[in-house]
């Protein structure tokens, strides 16, 4: 190569660096996660996927793409923390054995990278996916994200969920013992745990997802040997607890970092979370949901009431809160993501600000997630994760349900 061709070439590529168009957006208005505030008239520039700088005043060239939300509100993508893409029970029927008997890993993960969709389009950029999708078949949507085949969000993902023998089945019959291995991992000792946990590893899981409780009780020393070998390959642990009592203590004093569900915890043990740091993920079924699993009427709204009771004491008391949903049943006429949201009148009934429901939503989990240095804030470096919305969700945290732009590391999914 002549020194001439050489210096045209460096000369090339410094233009074609300086020249590279960045994305901007013009925010109306703008969630501070951080602060749980709007600020107004924000200016974000984007380049590679991530924020370059946000502010009253950045600088951007005339060459920039600029995308006008001026008359929006402009969120950090959401962050669902509980949930299970390649799960659909029929409503009003919980009807677990026949669909584990009839429905196919493939065409599981058929429907999970349909839903993983929905949640992208509907301003959820990022999941965690806690089990119960067959034989890893989340690992497979996964996989399709990745390669651009499909759309979908980031996604945190468990693996097959571990348990004590018999995982989350009920009455069994011996002749068909192992049926739940389809979605569970028998593990009654550290070191079954353990294994547990390599195994879900192998196969692609970034979290561990336990269960405590159904059937057998975990020991503190069997969560502690869960977060002990999560940790070395820099994971946490979260473990179902359906109510609270002895397997809930044992689970905050192992040092999880998170406990799904636990409507029945108690002032002390939710006490005991804000001091440990332990989240918690309250999957707050509202009423339409829970009667969706088949309880009548009078049932359902006993059971939401349980959720707006503890999530009255949680906020009251300061254990701090990530959104999660956990909803496997869609209400009829709805998708999946507007039967989620439903939870939100739980969230509403109990009186928590719409400030603290949109970082429960973003920054709260990002930090559960362990991603609070990439994800859940609009701030320089992180990615470029932003959803837009018409209507202040400070002012009703309901305009949420109403997305109308979508953007996922800098690139843009949705934009009526
Ligand atoms: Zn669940």
Redesign the pocket.
């Known amino acids: 190569m002549t020194i001439k061709i050489k210096v045209a070439l460096i000369l090339l590529i410094i233009s074609l660096s300086v020249n590279a168009q960045n994305t901007v957006i013009k925010a109306g208005h703008l969630f501070d996660a951080r602060n749980g505030k709007m600020l107004n008239n924000q200016i974000i520039v984007i380049q590679d996927g991530k924020i370059k700088e946000v502010g009253n005043n950045p600088k951007f060239s005339k060459s920039d793409k600029v995308i006008d939300l001026s008359d929006s509100w402009v969120l950090p993508g959401l962050i669902d923390c ?1 949930v ?1 893409i390649t799960t659909n029970l029929s409503y009003r029927k919980r009807d677990w054995n026949d669909k584990y008997v009839t429905e196919s890993n493939a065409l599981r993960a058929i429907r999970g990278s349909i839903i993983a969709k929905q949640f992208l389009e509907n301003g959820f950029t990022t999941i965690k996916e ?1 089990g ?1 999708d067959g034989n890893y078949a989340t690992a497979d949507v996964i996989k399709a994200i990745k390669s651009g085949w499909i759309q979908g969000p980031t996604i945190i993902y468990a693996g097959k969920i571990i348990a004590p023998y018999g995982g989350q089945s009920w009455g069994i019959n011996p002749e068909n013992e192992h049926f739940w291995d389809w979605e569970f991992m028998d593990a009654d000792t550290p070191d079954e745990i353990k294994k547990a946990i390599r195994k879900n590893i192998y196969y692609g899981a970034t979290v561990i997802k336990m269960v405590t409780g159904d059937n057998g009780i975990y020991d503190v020393a069997d969560i502690k040997a869960a977060v002990d070998e999560a940790q070395k390959f820099g994971m946490k642990v979260t473990v179902h607890v359906k109510m609270g009592g002895l397997e809930a203590t044992n689970v905050i004093l192992g040092g999880a970092a998170a406990i ?1 569900h636990g409507f029945g915890l108690d002032n002390t043990q939710l006490q005991l979370m804000k001091e440990k740091g332990t989240f918690l993920v309250g999957t707050d079924f509202a009423f339409d949901n829970w009667y969706a699993y088949g309880m009548d009427s009078a049932k359902a709204k006993a059971w939401a009431a349980i959720d707006i009771d503890r999530l009255k004491r949680a906020y009251t008391i300061g254990t701090k809160m990530a959104f999660g949903t ?1 909803i496997v049943i869609d209400l009829p006429g709805l998708n999946r993501i507007q039967s989620n949201l439903k939870v939100l009148d739980n969230w509403k009934a109990a009186g928590i600000p719409p400030s603290y429901i949109l970082q429960s939503m973003t920054f709260n989990a990002a930090e559960l997630l362990g991603i609070e240095k990439e994800r859940g804030f609009l701030e320089e470096s992180y990615y470029a994760d932003i959803i837009a919305v018409k209507n202040n969700p400070l002012v009703d945290i309901d305009a949420i349900k109403a997305v109308h732009f979508v953007m996922k590391e800098g690139a843009v999914i949705r934009k009526d």
């Open positions: 509980h299970h806690i119960n799904e956990d």
